[in-house]
């Protein structure tokens, strides 16, 4: 890795700079919705995410303004053929090695070693810049839920980016 610190609130407030300033999500005083996992982790489905703007080649990459969608990539996909688009972070580490915000390979071994169950087939990907927590709420997470839902796992992993 570079080493290279990312100010993350200065560097939002310089992109920004042109429209009002933007209004922090404080959700401290909301409960935490954490649900214990009911069986071992070696007996558990996972599934995968980023918000670090990864894709396959062969998709289109995000957008770099409020892009509230989603990339699937099935969870044998080379990371060879992921690429990534995110101006939030500077990319070069995760464009030479994308499981530094997307562990897919590392999961991959995980489930090899025996230490999780089952990787889903499929993970999902999202540029996590995004200006807006009104489109956050109604756009992103409602594909993120429909996502989840048939792939039936007992473990959401998010990786933020």
Known sequence: MSGARVDYISRTRELYAPIPPYQWADNRS???PWTPLVKPLPQCRVALASSGGIYRRDQPPFELHDDTTIRTIPTDTPAADLAVRHFGYPTADAERDPNCVF????????????????????????????????????????????????LQVDLFLLIPA
Not at 128 to 146: C, F, K, M, N, T
């Open 30 to 32: 909301r409960p935490v």
């Open 103 to 150: 562990p897919l390979e590392r999961m991959r071994e995980l489930v090899a070693a025996a230490t999780v169950g089952a990787l889903a087939p499929t993970a999902l990907t999202f540029m996590g810049g995004i200006y807006s927590q009104r489109r956050v709420h109604a756009e992103l997470l409602p594909r993120v839920v429909d996502f989840l839902k048939p």
